[in-house]
């Protein structure tokens, strides 16, 4: 489906994308990419992910959910190394301005989280929205296991929300036209995606060793 947000929701959130240089971030197997780059992003809520051939899921039991998981900024890179080595894992970045045309969620921490899970449950409309984007992203508020956490002191750019771990979820199928980039760890795996990308054009291929390591601050 796609979201026709009021005047005066969608330009608000647009300014806000593009004032943050705002960057959502998919983490997957590299084994998934031939399928990703022909039939999108799927959730495994959608019914037609029980159509994909050899589709290769991480933590099912963790997230609790079918939906899409984002990282905002960064990747996360503490909930991905404990899915296996680095070096099998792409990230793939998507077109911020989807938020314009898709429904989505946002939490402040891990989503798959006792305190989000019960937050979402009580009221999933505090998860939505710029008011719910923009809180990710003040100048002090305090990670889920109390730490203080001041923007101005850590020098965080301004993509980044305050903590790592926030997320960004979409529960509906995202086509492949919104992939902007996929970022590799090795060169090797970047010649591997070469060879099943199907067009040399599109997405841009990265490869980023530094984006699989833990964010800095």
């Known amino acids: 489906p796609t979201v ?16 943050r240089s705002l960057r959502l971030l998919h983490a ?3 084994g998934n990419l031939a399928s990703i780059l022909s039939h999108g992003l799927v959730p495994r809520s959608s019914a037609r992910f029980a159509s994909l ?9 963790r997230t609790k959910h079918g ?31 989807i938020l314009t045309k898709k429904p989505w969620f ?4 891990n989503s798959a989280s006792k305190e989000c899970l019960e937050s979402f449950k009580e009221s999933p409309i505090n998860h939505c929205g710029p008011k719910a984007l923009v809180e990710l992203f003040e100048e002090s508020s305090r990670t889920n296991t109390g730490r203080e956490i001041i923007r101005s002191a850590l020098g965080l750019s301004a993509s980044m929300p305050n903590d790592p771990q926030a997320e960004l979820i979409i529960d509906v199928d995202i ?3 919104w992939i902007d980039r996929i970022i590799l760890p090795t060169k090797g ?12 054009e599109w997405p841009e291929l990265k490869c980023e060793p ?6 800095v601050d």
């Open 4 to 19: 026709h947000l009021r005047p005066d929701v969608q330009e608000p959130l647009t300014k806000f994308i593009e004032n």
């Open 28 to 30: 997957t197997q590299i």
């Open 53 to 61: 051939d050899k589709v290769i899921t991480n933590d099912d039991t």
């Open 67 to 97: 939906a899409i998981c984002f990282s905002l900024g960064w990747p996360n890179t503490r909930t991905l190394s404990t899915w296996g080595p680095i070096g099998k894992f792409a990230i793939i970045e998507v077109d911020p301005m």
């Open 106 to 109: 946002v939490f402040h921490t």
């Open 175 to 177: 086509e492949p036209a």
């Open 189 to 200: 795996s970047l010649e591997t995606v070469r060879e099943i990308a199907l067009n040399p």
């Open 210 to 215: 530094r984006a699989f390591a833990p964010r």
